[in-house]
Structures are given as structure tokens and as C-alpha cells.
Nanobody
């Protein structure tokens, strides 16, 4: 089992920045792929960014490319999402997710472990 706890959400003005953190515990061997998803009210949960912990390979949703950066610190079992140039449409609950292995999927049903989520609100 892997437990995930997100932090770092909050209220920010459009154009501002936030850094989300995801702390992993339990069976956190390097053979994990981590990702951030988000869910806005009335919408489906969607992929934001992912990273393969072993190789550092990353992938981003088109909506956040060039604005968001995912990174990891394997020694601390942490994954981060640096969000810049935030827009009101980035408002959502952001979830950290993990799956065993090195494949970086973009769909929710491929991820086994989920955090509780952290709210990000971007005001215009």
C-alpha cells in the first residue's frame, strides 16, 4: 500500500503561482509512476502532469504545458507540482495519484493510489 497526502493548495490571483506537494509513504520503492489530476465542479477528473520516479520522464496535459512543472525528490518520497501563470480555469481540487511500474498513463483508472486532494482557487 502507498499513502499519499497533498498540501500547498490555496487561493491565488490570476497570474500567480503555487506549489503543490505530495508526500508518499508506505511501499514507496522507486518503481512508481506519480501523477497529478484535477477535478473542477461538475467536470470529470482530468490528467494534469505525470512523472516516472525512476527515470524522471514527464508528461503534461496540453492545457498546462509551459506553465506547470512536475518534479520529484525520491530521497524524500515527495512529488511537486509548480504552477505558474495560473488562470481561473485552473481552479479545481488537485489530486496526487500513483501506480506501480514505469508506464505513464493519462487516465484515472490506471492509478491505484490516491490522495484526498487539495483545493486550488484562482481568482480573476
Amino acid at each position: 500500500q502507498v499513502q499519499l497526502v497533498e498540501s500547498g493548495g490555496g487561493l491565488v490571483q490570476a497570474g500567480g503561482s503555487l506549489r503543490l506537494s505530495c508526500a508518499a509513504s508506505g511501499r514507496t520503492g522507486t518503481d512508481l509512476t506519480m501523477a497529478w489530476f484535477r477535478q473542477a465542479p461538475g467536470k470529470e477528473r482530468e490528467f494534469v502532469a505525470g512523472i516516472v520516479r525512476n527515470t524522471g520522464g514527464t508528461r503534461y496535459a496540453d492545457a498546462v504545458k509551459g506553465r506547470f512543472t512536475i518534479s520529484r525528490d525520491n530521497a524524500k518520497n515527495m512529488v511537486y507540482l509548480q504552477m505558474s501563470s495560473l488562470k481561473p480555469e485552473d481552479t479545481a481540487v488537485y489530486y496526487c495519484a500513483a501506480r506501480p511500474g514505469w508506464a505513464l498513463f493519462l487516465v484515472t483508472n490506471e492509478y491505484v493510489y490516491w490522495g484526498q486532494g487539495t483545493q486550488v482557487t484562482v481568482s480573476s
